[in-house]
């Protein structure tokens, strides 16, 4: 380095430290919507400029910022797992498997309580530290799960 350099370390320094207190534009490419209404958003990676990774983000809705969790495509294409965002087609097809899931388990829900099936039974809570199920309870007053191991 030549002498000049050296001086002005400080003044460097400065005026690095007061843009970093700067507010930045962000302005990322659009890439696409969800079925919630969640817009999309990268801005790619500049390995010219020191920037590696990719930044992505979404802005939900107005009035909807505590929500439905995200669709699993967007979710995986926001935290880096696939490169390319879900194309429209993609997204349809998961849609109209997540609503044929809803009728068939509909479906299995009717044909059970039609059987005869009552609803699920609470789970019993006793003084022991987790829970216990009567389908797994053996009946036998010997066996203790605290002096199992004796």
């Known amino acids: 380095m030549a002498n000049g350099e050296y001086r002005h370390v400080w003044r460097i320094v400065l005026r690095n430290f007061f843009n970093s207190l700067k507010p930045r534009q962000i302005k990322g490419n659009n890439m696409g919507k969800d079925y919630i209404g ?30 439905e969790p995200l669709p699993s ?7 880096m797992r696939r490169t390319e965002p879900p194309t429209a087609e993609e997204i349809a097809k998961n849609v109209a498997i997540a609503e044929q899931k809803k009728i068939n388990a509909a479906k ?43």
């Open 38 to 67: 969640n817009i999309y958003y990268e801005i790619p990676a500049d390995p010219q400029r020191g920037k590696r990774k990719a930044t992505r983000w979404y802005d939900p809705p107005k009035g909807l910022d505590f929500q």
């Open 73 to 79: 495509e967007w979710e995986s294409w926001l935290r």
């Open 108 to 150: 299995i829900e009717e044909k059970r309580l039609a059987e005869g099936g009552a609803l699920p039974t609470p789970v019993e809570r006793g003084a022991q530290s987790f829970p216990t199920y009567p389908e797994y309870h053996t009946g036998d007053p010997s066996i203790n799960p605290k002096n199992k191991y004796r």
